[in-house]
């Protein structure tokens, strides 16, 4: 069974920090680029970090360029978001995602696999 579990989400004060995870079935996991979005109310969901197989690759949005970390853990399954500095414009549901392919990856249709996403909120 394939599954992805996101958790961590939370709500917080503007400058605050939070670090989601994701937790991945192993054939999801390994080999599979694996990839953070992130959807507000009233848009559409956009492309926050994502992160090779091998785990060598990075690539973010520019606006969470310098403030943003992704990271993995082969051994465990599990790719982190660290998230600094957050800004009430951050307020969304993360969703992590895997996909085939070793590289990087920044648009929704290059993951088959999402998970069921965690609120992040950001206040002022």
């Known amino acids: 069974q394939f599954l992805l579990i996101e958790s961590g989400g939370r709500s917080v004060q503007a400058g605050d920090s939070v670090r989601l995870s994701c937790a991945a079935s192993?054939?999801?996991?390994?080999?599979?680029?694996m990839g953070w979005f992130r959807q507000a109310p009233g848009k559409e969901r956009e492309f926050v970090a994502s992160?090779?197989?091998?785990?060598?690759?990075?690539d973010y949005a520019q606006p969470v360029k310098d403030r943003f970390t992704i990271s993995r853990d082969n051994a465990k399954n599990t790719v982190l978001l660290e998230m600094n500095d957050l800004k009430p414009e951050d307020t969304a549901v993360y969703y992590c995602?895997?996909?085939?392919?070793?590289?990087?990856?920044?648009?929704?249709?290059?993951?088959?696999?999402w998970g069921q996403g965690t609120q992040v909120t950001v206040s002022s």
């Open positions: 995602a895997a996909g085939p392919g070793g590289l990087t990856a920044t648009t929704p249709g290059m993951y088959n696999h």
């Open positions: 192993r054939q999801m996991f390994i080999n599979n680029v």
């Open positions: 992160i090779s197989g091998d785990g060598d690759l990075t």
